[in-house]
């Protein structure tokens, strides 16, 4: 239980990567994290891309980036919609800001780049947004896993237990 005592944000809405949400939840958790789910309504069931359903336990508007220690960002296609609410990016913005990790997986990406927040960065991800991550200021590389600073980011599900990985040990230096 190396996160006892921290708080995690993640973002939900419809097409989620279920895999990319699931598996850091779950780990999380098992680190002894609180996890906060926050869609757009709270206690609303929102439905990944592959069809399996999740219940946010928070509302976007409800939070507030000192509450939390790390934001932990799924991929799928919700990030695309996640990234055009202001709360989103003033979240993402402030706890980037505030020296804490950001983790990002696959399209995940698209909130830090509309955050801003991705300028001289070395960041991993799925291939559909390289350019857009280069054309953020971003050095885009094919890895598993990219550690830069406070920011963390894979590519795809296969690379979730190198992510999960990532993200417990700079959560606990």
Avoid at 52 to 78: E, K, M
Avoid at 137 to 153: K, M
Wanted: hydrophobic share 40%; proline share 5%.
């Amino acid at each position: 239980m190396n996160m006892k005592g921290q708080r995690v944000l993640m973002f939900i809405d419809n097409i989620f990567e279920d895999m990319e949400l699931l598996y850091p939840y779950y780990r999380l958790i098992e680190e002894g994290a609180e996890v906060v789910v926050a869609g757009p309504e709270a206690n609303v069931v929102y439905t990944g891309k592959n069809g399996y359903p999740f219940r946010s336990n928070a509302a976007i508007t409800d939070q507030q980036a000192r509450n939390f220690d790390l934001l932990v960002i799924a991929g799928g296609f919700a990030p695309d919609k996640l990234r055009r609410d202001a709360k989103v990016l003033e979240l993402t913005r402030e706890i980037f800001e505030a020296g804490k990790i950001v983790a990002h997986i696959c399209h995940g990406g698209w909130i830090p780049i509309s955050a801003g927040i991705m300028q001289g960065f070395t960041c991993t991800s799925t291939p559909g947004i390289k350019d857009d991550l280069k054309n953020a200021g971003a050095n885009w590389i094919d890895e598993e896993v990219v550690v830069d600073r406070n920011q963390i980011s894979s590519r795809k599900p296969e690379d979730l237990p190198a992510f999960c990985r990532a993200i417990v040990k700079q959560a606990t230096k």
